[in-house]
């Protein structure tokens, strides 16, 4: 069989706008391709990558014309993913099209739509190899776990759960040769930049653990993992790390140091390697402020900046999203990291019901941290979540997934709308520029 694995562009011009600051590999089809048979022809199309996307994949639909179409989305994502399926069935009807990703996961009733074949849940290695294996044999790929047809064979009662969490040292090593490294990067921030030091350097996407077992409210992970954190194998991430290309690495777990001993093995192993390379991870604050010195390690072999969610300044706030942390614990941790030479970066979130007053309560409390990098979110639950149940009824937009990029409040408004996107979009830029006190004290007039 002929495959071609598809990456969508953005509709929004909020994350296009984000792409010139961070394009990412598209490891989860590097993934499915090593999950393939050998001996299929597995193609991977990045249309981020195209000025003219749509004309590219109706140009490789012709070239390749390929016996399967499978596309990843995240919700934001969905529509743009319909859209490229009815133009796979309008080019080639024999294809067979399969959706997967965060939306095929959560919201698969979504994607039910006559062009669109079959629909992939949860991890996709393992089902996705099957369905392949299955429709080479001539067979329907019905009855295999994780994996919906659509249609009339579609089946609403295993839609409705989610799939059983995974062993993430199932995992295959995903197949990297299929896209040219140098077409990814992020804007790379360390605490004490170098002369010289790249501002957009090439970097790779890895991967080394499953799930979380904290319980944020807004937040799906827990759920798709059964509240629990599991770390791949130690010598197979670093010797995945190891083999890599470029010499940045940004790590794309929900928490890569939760599993403190498996952190402390891994830093280990690569230093044991010789592995030089320089890395960005997420964190939290819990975690830092649990052991200092495996962030001190981490420094030492390369780590040069985390993200941290600080999400609101008010222990309040933190308390009514389960986040399990506080304002004093993210001061602590933004110490501690700095004080080690680790940069930090600080998300914060607003809600729809922000005051005039909670916007000054932030903005306070922005403008008095010590230099960091700063951003900020609208919060916008993942559906499947709590939060996402009990805001539902007071959506006021009439798809609400394709705002859901988190810059777009998807409920009513406190504030007149101009206004809350006005005082937002001063937050924003004021958070940008916090790392310079003069220059942010010169725009807000201070």
Not at 200 to 211: E, I, K, M, W
Not at 338 to 349: L, N, P
């Amino acid at each position: 069989m002929k495959i071609l694995l598809v990456k969508p562009w953005p509709r929004l011009a909020t994350v296009r706008g984000l792409q010139r600051f961070l394009r990412l590999e598209p490891l989860e089809l590097g993934y499915l391709a090593a999950a393939t048979p050998a001996q299929h022809t597995v193609r991977i199309l990045d249309l981020r990558l195209s000025y003219s996307p749509r004309r590219a994949f109706t140009h490789a639909l012709s070239a390749l014309k390929p016996d399967l179409v499978g596309f990843t989305a995240y919700t934001h994502e969905a529509s743009r993913v319909k859209e490229l399926a009815v133009l796979t069935k309008r080019n080639l009807p024999s294809a067979f099209v399969v959706v997967g990703g965060h939306h095929a996961t959560l919201v698969p009733e979504d994607l039910d739509i006559p062009a669109i074949d079959a629909i992939v849940r949860g991890e996709g290695c393992r089902p996705f190899g099957a369905l392949v294996t299955a429709l080479d044999r001539g067979a329907e790929g019905t009855g295999i776990p994780g994996v919906l047809r659509t249609g009339i064979a579609y089946d609403a009662a295993a839609a409705a759960g989610l799939p059983p969490p995974f062993d993430p040292a199932s995992l295959p090593a995903p197949r990297r040769d299929l896209w040219d490294a140098r077409d990814y990067y992020a804007v790379w921030v360390t605490e004490n930049p170098s002369p010289g030091q790249p501002l957009f350097p090439a970097v790779a996407l890895a991967r080394t653990s499953y799930g979380c077992s904290m319980k944020c409210s807004f937040c799906v992970v827990p759920l798709l993992s059964g509240g629990k954190h599991r770390p791949r194998p130690v010598e197979a991430v670093a010797a995945e790390i190891a083999s890599l290309g470029v010499g940045h690495v940004y790590f794309c777990d929900d928490e890569t140091f939760l599993d403190q001993r498996f952190a402390w093995d891994l830093a280990e192993s690569l230093a044991r390697q010789g592995v030089r390379k320089r890395y960005f991870a997420w964190t939290r604050a819990n975690t830092v402020n649990r052991s200092p010195e495996l962030f001190r390690r981490w420094r030492q072999i390369g780590l040069d900046a985390v993200f941290i969610g600080f999400e609101f300044p008010t222990d309040a706030q933190l308390r009514g999203v389960a986040k399990g942390a506080t304002v004093a614990a993210n001061e602590r941790a933004l110490s501690t990291l700095r004080g080690m030479g680790v940069a930090v970066h600080a998300a914060f979130m607003l809600r729809p019901e922000e005051t005039r007053e909670s916007f000054e309560v932030l903005r306070a409390y922005v403008r008095d941290l010590p230099p960091v990098q700063c951003s900020l979110t609208i919060c916008t639950p993942s559906p499947g979540t709590p939060d996402y149940a009990a805001l539902k009824p007071r959506i006021w937009v009439p798809n609400p997934y394709d705002l859901h990029d988190a810059m777009h409040p998807l409920t009513p408004t406190r504030l007149p709308l101009k206004e809350f996107a006005a005082l937002y979009a001063r937050q924003a830029a004021e958070g940008i520029d916090a790392p310079f006190p003069e220059r942010s004290r010169g725009r807000s007039g201070r």
